[in-house]
């Protein structure tokens, strides 16, 4: 167990819709990427938080969005969802800056689009 | 960011050793050498990581070439929950994971 918690495990929609991910870092970790792993990209890093301020961004389409929360939760919103967004989100989070490589990584959301 | 090589796959006896061995020759003065694994479907798990000095830890140990270029992640016994895919990362700022070894232990 990482202590890295995400919600839902699970989570089926249509095209066109909306959904929100959510993660909750390791108490005391203030960083926190998101990531996307689909079976043709591979592990693609998404967007990095850090004490609430966007701090990098990697391959995060514009349809998909990102906040941390004060408790430094973090949501990922993807909206106007198509078929090739179906895919394992994960989360991970890590002390701060300084050693912003070795994270540690939730148990995922599996989003499957129909 | 350096570009790494890892074979696509590995065999190895549970109890054995498994050495992972991974190349990095474009790695430059600041980048440090991290591993992580992948157990299927599951959210990656960070081992060990290393600049210049060899390094181990209670999951593994890392060599790393004088020159750099080079690095190997060892399991020293093998177990079957090892089984996964290992990712040799070299990056200075975001995580990047490439296609990583799969590691297969059987008994």
């Known amino acids: 167990d990482s202590g890295v918690t995400q919600t839902p495990k699970h989570l089926i929609t249509a095209t066109g819709q909306r959904v929100t991910l959510r993660c909750s870092p390791r108490?005391?970790?203030?960083?926190v990427y998101w990531y996307q792993q689909s079976l043709d990209q591979g592990l693609q890093f998404l967007i990095q938080?850090?004490?609430?301020?966007?701090?990098a961004k990697g391959n995060i389409l514009e349809r998909f969005s990102a906040q941390q929360f004060p408790d430094l939760h973090s949501e990922l919103n993807l909206s106007s969802l198509e078929l090739g967004d179906s895919a394992l989100y994960f989360c991970a989070s890590s002390v701060g800056l300084g050693e912003r490589l070795k994270q540690y990584f939730g148990p995922g959301t599996r989003l499957t689009v129909t | 960011d350096a570009k790494t090589t890892q074979p696509t796959s590995m065999d190895c006896a549970e109890g054995r050793a498994a050495n992972l061995p991974c190349n990095h020759s474009t790695i430059s003065g600041n980048e440090y050498v991290y591993w992580y694994r992948q157990i299927h479907s599951q959210g990656p798990q960070y081992i060990i990581h290393?600049?210049?000095n060899n390094e181990t830890n209670e999951m593994a140990s890392l060599i790393i070439t004088e020159d750099r270029k080079s690095s190997t992640l060892i399991l020293p016994h093998a177990t079957l929950r090892d089984t996964a895919v290992y990712y040799c990362?070299?990056?200075?700022?975001?995580?990047?994971f490439g296609k990583g070894t799969m590691l297969l232990v059987s008994p």
């Open positions: 990362i070299v990056r200075v700022s975001t995580l990047t």
């Open positions: 290393g600049l210049k």
């Open positions: 108490s005391g970790d203030l960083s």
């Open positions: 938080y850090y004490n609430g301020e966007e701090r």
